[in-house]
């Protein structure tokens, strides 16, 4: 099932939760809601199900115009933080309660029922805890629990809200390699929401960066990390050493560092340089000289903190191999060059 999103706008009193959202999500994609606390993730979550009405805009599965149609009969499935299990149910009754609700016409017989929950729990890998009650899970369990009895309703899409917010980060390390396998396996349309980074860019197909309201930028996790469109999503997504300069005719420059900078127009400008595409160089070659303020070594990786003569800006150096990393001592002179980069016009 597709999903289509088109204007969706919801004002709160003081403040646009939604600001015209457009989206297009395949069938049997994954895609990742990423944005900081209040961007409209859960809002848009939470219109997209039923549980909430926009003020302007569509949501459509596939061809159909699910706007005004009700939670039910949308037929989604979802998984919030805390949207715990019946505590008076049992897992296996948990499970089959969105089959066992529906209208007497549509209800499959018991042992229909029985047969799906047993698949279920096969499938979120806890065949043996059907008789269980929620309080004797872990948190991890109850979650994979919540998602089977999501799928338990065959849904037109599954929608995810911080699923694994709650759980410690081991546990929703190994929850969201797994979610992705399940997802694998029954390639249902799924939106994640999250606010963690990494957990987007290694579980989704695509992502979608959210800032206050708007979509910021739609891409695979490649090219939301490598080719960020906005100085917004650049340092929302990983780290990054800002360094100011202007761009003359295409060209970056900042003190002896110039880099080519096709496209972006003439003017003061920005120099945007994850930690990890910053190499050493050779002195006299246009390079950045800086000054080593410190190094930190944690685990393989070390970090260097840079000081670059005339700036004022610290830039950190880090390797991911410490076998390989040059060592780098504290007052040594060094120079520095970014081996990948983006250049973004900057107002003054
Ligand atoms: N019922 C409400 N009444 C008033 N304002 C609301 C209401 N629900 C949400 N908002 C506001 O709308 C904006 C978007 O909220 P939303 O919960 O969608 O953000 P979010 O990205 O999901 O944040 P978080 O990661 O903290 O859950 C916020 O500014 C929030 O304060």
Redesign the pocket.
């Known amino acids: 099932m597709q999903l289509h999103v088109q204007g969706l706008t919801k004002h709160?009193?003081g403040?646009a939760?939604l600001d015209g959202i457009d989206l297009d999500i395949a069938s049997g994609e994954l895609v990742a809601l990423l944005?900081p606390?209040?961007?409209?993730?859960?809002?848009l979550l939470r219109v997209i199900a039923g549980l909430l009405h926009a003020d302007k805009g569509r949501v459509l599965f596939s061809e159909t115009d699910a706007t005004r149609l009700s939670l039910r009969e949308r037929n989604v499935g979802f998984v919030f933080q805390h949207y715990a299990l019946f505590r008076h149910m049992t897992v296996a009754e948990n499970i089959g309660f969105g089959l066992r609700s529906r209208p007497r016409a549509r209800r499959p017989d018991k042992a229909t029922i029985a047969k799906r929950v047993q698949e279920l729990l096969q499938l979120v890998q806890l065949p043996e805890h059907g008789g269980r009650y929620p309080e004797q899970l872990s948190g991890g369990q109850k979650q994979r629990i919540a998602l089977a009895r999501a799928l338990a309703i065959d849904p037109s899409v599954l929608l995810l809200d911080e699923p694994f917010g709650a759980l410690d980060a081991k546990v929703r390390v190994e929850l969201r390699r797994w979610l992705r396998k399940l997802h694998e396996q029954t390639g249902q349309t799924t939106l994640f929401?999250t606010?963690d980074q990494e957990e987007a860019l290694e579980l989704a197909d695509r992502v979608v960066v959210?800032r206050q309201g708007k979509v910021e930028q739609v891409g695979t996790p490649d090219q939301i990390y490598h080719a960020p469109a906005s100085p917004y999503v650049f340092e929302f997504i990983g780290r990054a050493n800002v360094l100011d300069g202007r761009v003359e005719q295409g060209r970056f420059q900042s003190g002896a560092l110039q880099l080519d900078a096709a496209g972006t127009p003439d003017g003061p400008a920005r120099l945007y340089v994850r930690p990890h595409d910053l190499v050493l160089s050779e002195p006299g070659s246009g390079a950045l000289p800086g000054r080593v303020r410190g190094v930190l070594r944690l685990g393989g990786r070390v970090t260097s903190e840079l000081e670059i003569a005339g700036h004022t800006r610290l830039l950190e150096q880090e390797t991911f191999d410490a076998g390989a990393a040059p060592a780098l001592s504290v007052g040594e002179a060094v120079h520095l060059r970014p081996s990948r980069y983006r250049v973004f016009a900057h107002a003054e």
């Open positions: 709160y009193p403040v939760a944005g606390s209040g961007s409209g993730k859960t809002t929401v606010h959210m």
